[in-house]
C-alpha cells in the first residue's frame, strides 16, 4: 500500500500528469481520495521552488556556453523584458491569472508550465508561491467535487 501512494506522491510532481492526472490514478488503484490528495497537493507544492530555481539556475548556466549560449542569453533578456513590461501593465494581476492557471482542471498546463514561465519572465517568487498554492488547493477541492458529482 505504501508502494502505491509513492507512486501517486512522484506521479503528482511529473509534468502532463500533476494533480488532475494522479488524482484519476489514484482513483483507479483504489486508494484513500483524501488521503491521496493531500499526498498529491504537497508533492505539487514542493516541486514549484524546485522549477522556479533551476530554470534560473540553468538559464545562468547556459548562457556562458559556446554552442547554446545564445539562445539562453536570449531567454533572459526576452523572458526579463517580457516579464517587466507585463508587471508594468497589468500590475500584480499576473498573480491571479497564474492561480486561475493552475486552479482550473485543464490538460497539460498545471505548475510546471507556470513555474517555467515566471522563472523566465522573472516574476517575485513570494507572490507566485501564494498564488500557486492557493490554485492547487482550489484545484483539490474542484478535483473532489466533480469526483462527487460524476461518480
Same mark, same amino acid.
Given at each position: 500500500? +505504501? ?10 510532481? %511529473?509534468? +502532463? ?13 483504489? =486508494?484513500?481520495?483524501? +488521503? ?22 540553468? =538559464? ?16 533572459? =533578456? ?42 523566465? +519572465? ?19 477541492? %474542484? =478535483? %473532489? ?7
Amino acid at each position: 500500500m +505504501f508502494i502505491k501512494y509513492l507512486v501517486i506522491f512522484i506521479l503528482a510532481m %511529473l509534468p +502532463f500528469i500533476e494533480l488532475q492526472g494522479a488524482f484519476n490514478i489514484a482513483l483507479a488503484l483504489n =486508494l484513500n481520495k483524501y +488521503f491521496s490528495l493531500v499526498l498529491m497537493i504537497i508533492s505539487n507544492i514542493m516541486i514549484v521552488p524546485i522549477m522556479y530555481y533551476a530554470i534560473r539556475k540553468l =538559464l545562468n548556466w547556459g548562457k556562458d556556453k559556446r554552442y547554446i549560449g545564445r539562445i539562453f542569453s536570449l531567454c533572459i =533578456l526576452k523572458g526579463e523584458k517580457i516579464g517587466n513590461r507585463i508587471i508594468s501593465k497589468i500590475g500584480n494581476i499576473i498573480y491571479l491569472i497564474c492561480f486561475i492557471i493552475i486552479a482550473l482542471p485543464i490538460p497539460w498546463v498545471g505548475v510546471w508550465l507556470v513555474s517555467i514561465l515566471a522563472s523566465i +519572465f522573472k516574476l517575485d517568487f513570494r507572490k507566485l508561491y501564494f498564488s500557486i498554492i492557493t490554485g492547487i488547493l482550489l484545484l483539490g477541492v %474542484l =478535483l %473532489l467535487i466533480m469526483y462527487e458529482v460524476i461518480l
